[in-house]
Nanobody, 123 residues
Framework: QVHLVESGGGLAQPGGSLRLSCAAS????????MSWARQVTGKGLEWVSG????????DYGDSVKGRFTISRDNAKNTVTLQMNSLKPEDTGVYYC????????????????WGKGTVVTVSS
């Protein structure tokens, strides 16, 4: 049974940083791409970033390029999203997700996800 648990959300000031973590279990972690997506009030689910199973390939949504970094530790079954230079529009609920197929750069590719962690960016 796939189980994904996000953590690390909280309050940050504009320009600040947060590090989100996702603990995964119930599947062969290194075999699958992982992604982060966010839900912003009044908007749909927005794909933020993804990383291939072995960590060799990463991609980012245009709104976070240059500010966010995704990484994974397959020995620990974790995936991390380092968020720097935060903006108020980054506020939302962030979800960690698993993609079973070869595509992982869209919210539609998210096959399983956790309960989310809340990120608030405000002065």
């Amino acid at each position: 049974q796939v189980h994904l648990v996000e953590s690390g959300g909280g309050l940050a000031q504009p320009g600040g940083s947060l590090r989100l973590s996702c603990a995964a279990s119930g599947f062969t972690f290194s075999s699958y791409a992982m992604s982060w997506a966010r839900q912003v009030t009044g908007k749909g689910l927005e794909w933020v970033s993804g990383i291939s199973g072995d960590g060799s390939d990463t991609d980012y949504g245009d709104s976070v390029k240059g500010r966010f970094t995704i990484s994974r530790d397959n020995a620990k079954n974790t995936v991390t999203l380092q968020m720097n230079s935060l903006k108020p529009e980054d506020t939302g609920v962030y979800y960690c997700a698993l993609s079973y197929g070869d595509s992982w750069s869209s919210a539609d590719d998210m096959d399983a996800w956790g309960k989310g962690t809340v990120v608030t960016v405000s002065s």
